[in-house]
């Protein structure tokens, strides 16, 4: 494990060019985000559970690879959301530097319960998708610069939350949404995220051992 410094204006700026160049899921980010949003105000005939899966089963699609959704799994993420829905919505327009210590124990409530259910990966990425300037993406390249790696599925909300405190003094250092050019910050650093540790165009970047190149790209979003 490492600790990743924080990136500079220059460093976010390189990396989202990098990022564009080459990485075409920026697309399907800013369709899911648009997605959700539509549900949420109802505009759509999609519940917002309905459009986190089927967002995910694309965005996400290495994990149901391996665990192929049950007839009862959109149920279960409209579940989550619903049991969860008061602190999510609290956290819906918050930025992330406004976070703190009151925030730890429902995050690591929610972030288990959506892990449970999506995996670890798979949970951050529905959870930034619910409050996109609050919680941050990860995979398992990421968390494991961050965090050490991941543990078993239902035991990484306090790696997330130890990767959410790092994001936010990232963020604040960066400027936030004006150091990455008016852009969400959490967006960016996690362009900044993959261009360092994970991949771009398929292609393993820094730092990585051959075991951890081929973990990453046989199980990257598991």
């Not at 390189?14 to 648009?34: C, N, P, Q």
């Not at 459009?51 to 959109?74: D, E, F, I, Q």
Request: aromatic share 8%; glycine share 10%.
């Amino acid at each position: 494990m490492v600790h990743p410094r924080c990136p500079g204006r220059a460093d976010l700026a390189h990396a989202h060019d990098v990022f564009r160049e080459h990485e075409s899921r920026d697309l399907v980010y800013r369709a899911a985000i648009a997605l959700v949003r539509l549900a949420e105000a109802g505009t759509v005939d999609l519940t917002v559970g309905e459009a986190l899966a089927v967002l995910l089963r694309t965005w996400n699609s290495a994990y149901y690879r391996y665990h192929p959704p049950g007839t009862g799994h959109y149920a279960e993420v409209e579940a989550l959301i619903e049991t969860q829905g008061a602190w999510l919505e609290s956290v819906t327009h918050r930025g992330i530097a406004s976070f703190t210590d009151l925030d730890e124990q429902p995050l690591r409530t929610v972030f288990t319960g959506f892990e449970m259910a999506l995996g670890p990966v798979g949970a951050a990425k529905a959870l930034h998708l619910l409050a996109p300037c609050f919680m941050p993406l990860w995979d398992r390249a990421i968390a494991a610069k961050y965090t050490g790696g991941l543990g078993r599925t239902g035991t990484n909300a306090g790696r997330y939350l130890r990767f959410m405190q790092a994001t936010r003094e990232q963020s604040i250092e960066a400027g936030g949404d004006a150091g990455a050019a008016g852009r969400n910050i959490l967006k960016t650093l996690d362009e900044y995220n993959c261009y360092m540790f994970t991949k771009v165009d398929g292609r393993a970047v820094t730092n990585m051992s051959p075991a951890q190149t081929v973990m990453i790209l046989t199980d990257q979003a598991r």
